[in-house]
């Protein structure tokens, strides 16, 4: 069963996704904030990861930067496939996450049928980084 790790502040939409992508067949770990996301990641390598951007505390810039940092003391996590789903719709927002090295980027309100393609097509593929 494939892992996804979802990081997302707002408890409904993360409980929304998360009951949506276990439907689908995923298991699923969650997390409210960013440096929670990270701990988790680290601990669960999941397949896939799906963050917000607009988080209190640390954002989601902040959370790709430090699972990307392949010099820390978990760099098991820097090829992860890595999809912002966010409610920032701005192109320059979009920009900046792919310069930072996301694999994806998706404005909500999502499609969910659309979010689970591009999860499943991530997750099959791996990341596009090189190890």
């Not at 298991?27 to 929670?36: L, T, V, W, Y």
């Not at 640390?58 to 930067?65: A, F, I, P, Q």
Request: proline fraction near 3%; include cysteine; aromatic fraction near 8%.
């Amino acid at each position: 069963m494939k892992k996804i790790l979802l990081i997302e502040s707002n408890l409904n939409i993360l409980e929304n996704f998360k009951e949506y992508f276990e439907i689908e067949g995923f298991q699923i770990i969650s997390a409210n904030s960013g440096s929670a996301g990270i701990a988790m990641a680290r601990e669960c390598k999941p397949d896939l990861i799906i963050c917000e951007i607009m988080m209190l505390g640390m954002d989601g810039y902040e959370v790709l930067r430090l699972l990307l940092d392949r010099s820390a003391s978990h760099p098991v996590t820097h090829n992860i496939p890595f999809i912002f789903c966010t409610t920032k719709c701005e192109i320059i927002d979009r920009i900046k996450a792919l310069k930072l090295g996301a694999d994806d980027y998706v404005v909500k309100p999502v499609d969910m049928e659309f979010l689970n393609i591009m999860a499943n097509s991530w997750i099959q593929s791996g990341s596009k980084r090189l190890n």
